[in-house]
């Protein structure tokens, strides 16, 4: 199953290579990545993530809701692999 996370995220140092890193640890391979940081002090990113097990996502996005850098996070399922 294919996951897009939007992630709204602070602008510090190695933010958003904690969330990826959080990601892979809890079963989900990271396969795409765009955004950028904006002027508003956060960075708006759009990730995409594949899952071959029944984890379910939302336990992901309550994970990373509770990481300090994380502004907000949305999870929306794609079509499957």
Request: hydrophobic content about 40%.
């Amino acid at each position: 199953m294919r996951y897009r996370l939007d992630l709204v995220i602070k602008p510090a140092d190695g933010a958003l290579i904690r969330v990826i890193g959080m990601a892979e640890r809890r079963g989900f391979s990271p396969r795409a990545i765009s955004g950028s940081p904006d002027a508003a002090d956060a960075g708006r990113w759009h990730l995409q993530l594949e899952v071959d097990s029944s984890r379910p996502a939302e336990t992901l996005q309550r994970q990373l809701e509770k990481v300090y850098d994380c502004e907000s996070v949305r999870i929306t399922a794609l079509e499957a692999a």
